[in-house]
């Protein structure tokens, strides 16, 4: 029954660019690309226990990626998509050495001063269009009328391949290794988990999904600057969509982003009213239900299953 609604859902979303006007499709997309990122930081924090404040530089790693080698080589914008990804994977690579020095809030903080610095870097290199950024020159050589079609799809296969990934991880005993390594790091080394490796492969990993998703959202805009592209909003949203929805569950930030897309656009006449509205639900959130809005739906449905089986 539930792989049916799956399949009947993406198969709905998939079809999705021929039933929506333009402004519908980049809504959907948008959803998309936040779950995309959400999921991502959601396999760091939520499963892995490694806190990042810095995911939006491998969002901007993929989004430059994508503009920059495409601009120089003859290289399709759509086949640069999972190549930023990679990109932004070798990213996270180059920085374990000295982030994984660091350890809880350091790390974070770690994370956070490593974007800053790409960031000044980025915006002070000609090659990269300093300050004003880039245009998608590659877009002479394909049929843009196609392109938020094909972002909308590129989305749809990262978020639903992502939420695969992390229903994947959970069945398996790698999954229990990352668990055991969450909740105490030193009684899971002493068992023989490999915690450095495991530590490694999920920020990898994590960064090349944060890295796809930043191609896949500027690839729709045409255009991508430095203050878009490394706005620390895409890592302080995700990290509100994931508190509301649930960390460490794949449910979680999907409720997060279709709660946090509907207070944006019900707000929208009342600009900053939104952040102050997910502030304090997930004050709220954190203070009443810890597992987030995910836990919540796990306690309430088996007591309306028993109210409606026992009347």
């Known amino acids: 029954m539930t792989r049916a609604i799956l399949v009947l859902l993406l198969t709905a979303l998939a079809a999705a660019p021929f039933a929506l006007n333009a402004g519908g499709l980049a809504l959907l997309t948008e959803m998309l690309v936040l779950l995309a990122i959400a999921q991502s930081w959601n396999l760091l924090a939520g499963y892995g226990g490694l806190l990042s404040l810095g995911h939006h530089a491998f969002v901007a790693t993929g989004a430059y990626l994508l503009f920059a080698v495409t601009r120089d080589l003859p290289v399709s914008p759509y086949i640069m998509v999972p190549l930023s990804g990679a990109g932004a994977a070798l990213l996270a690579l180059a920085l374990t050495p000295v982030l994984f020095r660091l350890r809880e809030v350091y790390f974070a903080i770690g994370m956070w001063v490593a974007a800053e610095i790409i960031k000044i870097v980025v915006s002070r290199l000609h090659y990269f269009g300093g300050s004003s950024g880039l245009p998608l020159y590659a877009a002479r050589r394909i049929d843009t009328s196609w392109l938020p079609a094909s972002a909308h799809w590129f989305a749809l296969t990262l978020a639903a391949g992502l939420c695969l990934g992390l229903w994947l991880l959970q069945q398996s005993p790698y999954g229990l290794h990352v668990h055991a390594m969450r909740d105490d790091e030193t009684a899971a080394r002493s068992l023989g988990v490999k915690t450095r490796r ?20 500027f690839l729709g805009t045409l255009y991508v600057s430095p203050v878009a592209a490394f706005d620390i909003n895409w890592t302080v949203n995700v990290i509100f969509i994931c508190v509301i929805g649930g960390l460490g569950t794949i449910r979680g930030p999907v409720l997060g982003v279709l709660l946090f897309v509907v207070l944006r656009e ?10 102050i509205a997910l502030g304090t639900i997930a004050v709220a959130v954190m203070l009443t239900a810890p597992k987030g809005l995910s836990g919540l739906l796990d306690r309430l449905l088996p007591r309306a299953r028993t109210a409606a089986r026992d009347p």
């Open 266 to 275: 019900g707000l929208v006449d009342y600009p900053g009213w939104s952040q």
């Open 198 to 217: 495991i530590k490694g492969t999920i920020f990898v990993l994590s960064a090349a999904g944060c890295g796809m998703a930043g191609a896949i959202s």
